[in-house]
């Protein structure tokens, strides 16, 4: 385990720091308070042996797109939590329900039936999980369309053994952080509209990443999933 002044704790500190300060600008900016979110920090690609790092610079919630890389992981790291923020094949359902304290990334109802079958017989109930939405209808991307969700929420709400803790999405890839503000603006009107017609759908908002958390944050960011702000660009996807 890292002490303080080894070079990746203290790299890994400053850009928490960093990060951190951007979410509180942000947050003063529109008179909510920094404590309202979250930073989860994605470390896909990132070695093991940094992430020992990242626990030591204050950083232990982390957030995996893969099943496989993520239980190659966990066993390594003690006093770390993780959220699943990537596609969720059915095959790899169980292991998910084993490993990951959140799944952020259900997109289907067929989905979200196994996982709360599985959250029943794995004594994980209440499982929480984020509705993905594909705010943007944007082909390449994964989520429910906006109004697919509001027809499927009633029998989505119904699964007792999952707890639906907000709606995630993924902001536009291209161009700037700017560019990506309607998108988190139409997530939370979404959000608001719907848990004002269906019980059982938390307020929370996981929107925003390294080039675009500060807007996400403006627009009511309640989960920021941030990787390359704190671990600096990735060698492979
Ligand atoms: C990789 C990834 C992120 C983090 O992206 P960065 O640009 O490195 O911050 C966030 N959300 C999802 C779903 C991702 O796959």
């Known amino acids: 385990m890292g002490s303080a002044d080894d070079p990746a704790v203290s790299y890994l500190s400053a850009a928490r720091e960093r990060v951190l300060k951007t979410v509180a600008d942000?947050?003063?900016?529109?008179?909510?308070?920094?404590?309202?979110?979250?930073?989860?920090?994605v470390s896909k690609t990132v070695a093991a042996s940094r992430l020992e790092a990242a626990v030591a610079?204050?950083?232990?919630?982390?957030g995996e797109n893969r099943v496989?890389?993520?239980q190659a992981k966990a066993p390594l790291l003690t006093g770390a939590r993780w959220h699943l923020i990537?596609?969720?094949?059915?095959?790899?359902?169980?292991?998910?329900?084993?490993?990951?304290?959140?799944?952020?990334?259900?997109?289907?109802?067929?989905l979200a039936r196994k996982l709360d079958r599985l959250a029943g017989e794995l004594n994980r109930a209440p499982l929480g999980v984020y509705l993905e939405v594909n705010v943007d209808r944007d082909?390449?991307?994964?989520?429910?369309?906006?109004?697919?969700?509001?027809?499927?929420?009633p029998a989505l709400a119904a699964l007792s053994n999952l707890s639906l803790l907000g709606l995630m999405t993924v902001g536009r890839l291209t161009g700037t952080a700017e560019?990506?503000?309607?998108?988190?603006?139409?997530?939370?009107?979404?959000?608001?509209?719907?848990?004002?017609?269906v019980a059982g759908l938390g307020a929370g908002l996981s929107m925003g990443m390294t080039d675009d958390y500060a807007v996400a944050v403006e627009e009511g960011a309640t989960l920021i999933r941030v990787g390359r702000a704190l671990f600096g660009e990735r060698q492979v996807e």
């Open 139 to 153: 082909e390449a991307k994964a989520g429910f369309l906006p109004e697919a969700l509001e027809a499927e929420l």
């Open 68 to 70: 496989q890389e993520a």
């Open 86 to 110: 990537g596609p969720l094949q059915s095959n790899k359902a169980r292991r998910a329900v084993e490993l990951f304290e959140v799944i952020e990334s259900v997109d289907s109802v067929e």
């Open 57 to 62: 610079a204050g950083l232990t919630l982390f």
């Open 26 to 41: 942000a947050c003063r900016s529109v008179g909510r308070a920094p404590g309202e979110v979250t930073l989860i920090a």
């Open 179 to 197: 560019e990506a503000r309607p998108t988190f603006v139409r997530l939370r009107e979404l959000s608001g509209r719907l848990r004002g017609s």
